[in-house]
């Protein structure tokens, strides 16, 4: 790690103390977005502590009250795909390794997600084997709003959500609490705020069961169980186009805002997604869905609508995207096909071992 630029240091802060490891996103005015250089010292870092015996848990938080990480850097990916650059592709290459290590990962691996949670920032979370959400914590994958479509595994974690919950979670990038993530899988264990830094300090020091048995709590209510109804027969739809339709004539006003909602997203977006996710449900473990996120991503790098996205939240934020095709029904078959292409050469090979499930706290 010594060759490493000052800057990566700085972004990533690593620590041990008693039998624990920490891991500290340090970017907090950039909501500890993830650049390429951080995702190589977490997986530096991850390597190192999983052979080491003094080594226990590893513990993961991100600096600031903001949040635990906002996603990756899409200003970089911007103007990588502005340029048709190559930069994007060879990030995400290593982001998924990241994601998949974790997943295996065989010790306790906490995750403290509070505040943000986004994107990239679910990456580094919600595989892990410890997931914990406060009062304040907002969860999304809203890649739909820029012109892309959940990776990190995320439409592995979607597709295992009750019925169609990660649906529509996924077409919509809706943002959840605490008790909805919890509902959707997304996390295990509800802490205030306010115990998160006793938390840490006795993570160091006892186990993780003893840990949590002292601070674990209910969480406020969430939203997403009350419109079980709604959402598992409109998201249930074959298409996007009659998802749509069903949540438009459900008489629901929650259900009517979430097809405004859907229908202000990238059209292509919003139907390779949902390609994605029933595919997903098929393929088997994360590292084959993970496979399948590189093609896509990939993919929509020579999309207009990722830089047209990123351009009208991120870079301008006129919030006023033109997308391209403009509507669902100009999507075709063969246009949402395109991102599932094989790249050859290119793919993305993971290999699967012994399940996070193994672990041993």
């Known amino acids: 790690m010594t060759n490493e630029a000052p800057e ?36 530096q870092a991850l390597t190192a502590w999983a052979l080491d015996p003094a080594v226990e848990l590893v513990v993961i938080e991100g600096a600031g009250d903001r949040g635990l990480c906002a996603g990756g850097d899409i200003r970089a990916i911007y103007e990588d795909a502005r340029t048709g650059g190559t930069a994007s592709a060879e990030f995400w290459r ?13 010790k306790p691996y906490v995750a403290l997600m509070d505040g943000i949670v986004m994107g990239g920032g679910v990456g580094v979370s919600a595989h892990g084997s410890v997931r914990i959400v406060t009062e304040r914590s907002k969860v999304a994958m ?14 592995y974690l979607l597709a295992l959500a009750p019925g169609e919950l990660g649906t529509h979670l996924a077409l919509t990038g809706a943002p959840i609490g605490a008790a909805d993530a919890l509902l959707c899988g997304l996390a295990d264990h509800f802490v205030p705020v306010a115990a998160l830094p006793a938390l840490a ?25 009350p419109a079980r ?26 259900a009517k805002d979430a097809a405004d909602t859907l229908l202000s997203k990238s059209p292509t977006a919003v139907k390779v997604t949902l390609a994605a996710l029933r595919r997903a449900r098929h393929l088997g473990p ?5 496979e399948q996120e590189y093609r896509v991503s990939c993919a929509a790098l020579a999309s207009p609508d990722l830089v047209e996205g990123i351009r009208a939240q991120v870079i301008d934020k006129d919030r006023d995207p033109h997308w391209s095709p403009a509507a669902l029904e100009d999507v075709t078959e063969a246009d949402v096909d395109r991102y599932f292409a094989p790249l050859d050469a290119n793919e993305l090979r993971l290999v699967a071992t012994a399940s996070s499930q193994e672990v041993v706290w």
Do not use: Q
Request: aromatic share 6%.
């Open 286 to 290: 994360l590292e084959r869905v993970l």
């Open 142 to 155: 809203p890649e739909t709003g820029i012109g892309f479509v959940p990776d990190v595994g995320g439409t």
């Open 229 to 254: 109804e709604w959402i598992d027969h409109c998201y249930a739809a074959d298409t996007a186009e009659e998802i749509v339709a069903r949540l438009s004539a459900s008489g629901v006003p929650a």
């Open 8 to 43: 990566v240091h700085d972004h990533v802060l690593l620590r041990t103390e008693g039998h624990a490891a920490y891991i500290t996103l340090n970017r907090p005015k950039a909501l500890n977005a993830l650049s390429h250089a951080m995702v190589l010292r977490v997986e």
């Open 201 to 225: 300090r006795e993570l160091a020091v006892d186990s993780v069961h003893a840990v949590l048995e002292r601070h674990v709590a209910e969480p406020p209510a969430g939203g997403l169980e």
């Open 94 to 106: 290593d982001e998924y390794r990241l994601n998949a290590l974790i997943a295996r990962y065989p």
